[in-house]
């Protein structure tokens, strides 16, 4: 276990809960989605009081799934989109119980390397390939998890000095980088959106010349008649 606690929540007793306990780790990173990550992060704890138990795999694989959706729905709801999350959160647990036996700290504590926990991590419900680079990355750099290779398995989070996610942040100061890391990539993404959907101007179209008519190389030669008006001559 790492020395010091989390900093991700910004309460110290919900850091603590996910410094000690993996599987609320693993619950507030599937909940880092479309949500302020200091509320996504406090949920756990969160959970815990409302639940008035510790966090069980087996237990919330097994919950009444609609016991468990209105325990995430009771205001303040514990995410933007409660109902899906609680269903994505019971999905995890079962796949925790099913291939860790019940024990979350089994996802990494057994990997035989970083690739083969990051194939793992990718496979639960709720982490796509970004959020489980992400993960381990955190893990990596704060969770003291030793498998070889785990900075290369979750580049570029993985990375020394950046403050590029969650991975990175230890501190008030460190938090306030991420931020402006994720405001300038967004910023970014926007403008190449708005770039790519800016049509290109066209060259404006060539008047038509009256019918009859050319310029240039192919002018029409004038009629004898139309001629003769032009220089005063006249015609028989």
Known sequence: MPSKSLYLSGDPKADALLTKDPLALLVGMVLDQQIPLEWAFKGPYELVDRLGAPLDAAALAAMDPEALVEAFSRRPALHRYPGSMAGRVQALCQVVVDDYRGDAARIWKTAADGQELLSRVKKLPGFGDQKARIFVALLGKQLGVTSSDWATAS????????????????????????????????AAKKAAAVTSTVPAKKAPAKKAAPAGRKTGAGKKAPSPKTAAKKTGARTR
């Open 155 to 186: 580049s570029p989070f993985g990375e020394a000095g950046s403050y590029m996610s969650v991975a990175d942040i230890v501190d008030a100061d460190s938090l306030t980088k991420v931020r402006q890391y994720k405001q300038a990539m967004k």
